[in-house]
């Protein structure tokens, strides 16, 4: 991922170039579903204020990182285990269907976000930033900020589990999303 966000910091996209931009608007507020909308009415109204408070915090985090290529660039979006092979010691990646521009430090709380409830102990995650540092430098400040990303990407996920038309989406979603609230008061604590 550190060697994708070297690349995408020096990428000078060819004219015509587009993609979809993965900023606070697009996350948390484009095209929300009517049923969206009613998903999120239906949360108890401290789970919402938190969801409402999380947004804030990332939101914030966004506009005071800026819109430099060191912070901002071409992103694959949802790269986790599911999304990378290896094959004779080399990491293949797939999957770009959310590849876009987006903030390099949510790209890599999608990543942590996925290990979160497999990582006691959080060594895979101190593991991913010592290999991230080998390859790109990410400093403590930005390091700190990583828990407001990965708050964010559980908010999105809470509120998609809420709101899809998939019956098994629907099923796990009570449980899903008081694992996301549980997750967020460790996140923004």
């Known amino acids: 991922m550190a ?3 070297t690349l995408a910091e020096a990428f000078a996209p060819p004219k015509g170039f587009t993609c979809p931009v993965w900023n606070w608007e697009r996350l948390f507020r484009y095209r929300r579903s009517v049923s969206d909308k009613r998903a999120i009415r239906r949360l108890p109204p401290a ?6 408070k999380v947004e804030r915090q990332v939101q914030a985090a966004m506009d005071n990182l800026g819109s430099s290529r060191k912070v901002l660039g071409v992103i694959h979006g949802d790269l986790m285990q599911a999304n990378y092979l290896i094959h004779r010691a080399q990491v293949r990646i797939i999957d770009f269907a ?3 521009v987006g903030y390099f430090l949510y790209d890599m709380a999608i990543t942590l976000f996925a290990l979160w409830g497999l990582d006691p102990g959080d060594r895979q995650r101190q593991a991913f930033l010592t290999g991230y540092r080998e390859a790109r430098s990410l400093s403590l ?3 700190r ?3 407001v990303f ?3 990407r559980g908010v999105v996920q809470a509120r998609f589990v809420l709101a899809s038309e998939f019956p ?3 099923a796990m ?3 899903y999303v008081s694992r996301v609230i549980d997750g967020l008061k460790h996140w923004l604590r």
Do not use: S, W
């Open 150 to 152: 990965i708050a964010g």
């Open 141 to 143: 400040d930005h390091e």
């Open 98 to 100: 959310d590849f876009g």
């Open 173 to 175: 979603a009570p449980k």
């Open 168 to 170: 098994d989406d629907r």
């Open 3 to 5: 060697t994708m966000h």
């Open 145 to 147: 900020l990583l828990d």
């Open 47 to 52: 789970d919402r204020r938190l969801f409402a």
